[in-house]
T-cell receptor, first 115, second 116 residues
Framework: DTEVTQTPKHLVMGMTNKKSLKCEQHMGHRAMYWYKQKAKKPPELMFVYSYEKLSINESVPSRFSPECPNSSLLNLHLHALQPEDSALYLC??????????????FGNGTRLTVT | AQTVTQSQPEMSVQEAETVTLSCTYDTSESNYYLFWYKQPPSRQMILVIRQEAYKQQNATENRFSVNFQKAAKSFSLKISDSQLGDTAMYFCAFMISIQGAQKLVFGQGTRLTINP
């Protein structure tokens, strides 16, 4: 069982749709992450939240909009996506702060298909 | 910049054999952390083992061990008595702390298949 829960597991959306991916953790972690993973490739970092504040945006297009409502929740709002945005989206969390050897704990991901 | 290189795109061994996955990295940092993650078909990234760069002793976790050569910037993973459940994509990763969080830089991965 994963300690980081992502919903939905699968999502199919059209290019004009608006949808959201959700991520939840109850480990008391204060850093949360969104990664994008294409088939047979390693995960690529998109966003990092540290203590509910956006600390890293890896030059992600504005059609992806992250939100961290509280320390346990992380959302990724999607709007006007392109077919090339189809991928596995992974959420992760870590203790964050000065504990710099804290490993990341990953969820099972959301498989997104843009039609 | 930190880079991680895994030179073996695919490997295949028989069940119960020992297999070693290679990883090299490049960094100018003096204190850092290295990880191996596995990603089975279930998609979840699972932590296998971690190594602190300041520790000379190689990390071990049951059947998994690493050969950490800091001067050579090498971090290989050895799986002993391999099992069918070890079949997965294995990623070597380098971690840095940045702006109150930890950033992982992944290698390209090695797809490992354990055959019965």
């Amino acid at each position: 069982d994963t300690e980081v829960t992502q919903t939905p597991k699968h999502l199919v959306m059209g290019m004009t749709n608006k949808k959201s991916l959700k991520c939840e953790q109850h480990m008391g972690h204060r850093a949360m992450y969104w990664y994008k993973q294409k088939a047979k490739k390693p995960p690529e970092l998109m966003f990092v939240y540290s203590y509910e504040k956006l600390s890293i945006n890896e030059s992600v297009p504005s059609r992806f909009s992250p939100e961290c409502p509280n320390s346990s929740l992380l959302n990724l709002h999607l709007h006007a996506l392109q077919p090339e945005d189809s991928a596995l989206y992974l959420c992760a969390s870590s203790r964050g702060g000065l504990v710099n050897n804290s490993p990341l704990h990953f969820g099972n991901g959301t498989r997104l298909t843009v039609t | 910049a930190q880079t991680v290189t895994q030179s073996q795109p695919e490997m295949s061994v028989q069940e119960a054999e020992t297999v070693t996955l290679s990883c090299t990295y490049d960094t100018s940092e003096s204190n850092y952390y290295l990880f191996w993650y596995k990603q089975p078909p279930s998609r979840q990234m699972i932590l296998v083992i971690r190594q602190e760069a300041y520790k000379q002793q190689n990390a071990t976790e049951n059947r998994f061990s690493v050969n950490f050569q800091k001067a050579a910037k090498s971090f290989s993973l050895k799986i002993s008595d391999s099992q069918l459940g070890d079949t997965a994509m294995y990623f070597c990763a380098f971690m840095i702390s940045i702006q109150g969080a930890q950033k992982l830089v992944f290698g390209q991965g090695t797809r490992l298949t354990i055959n019965p």
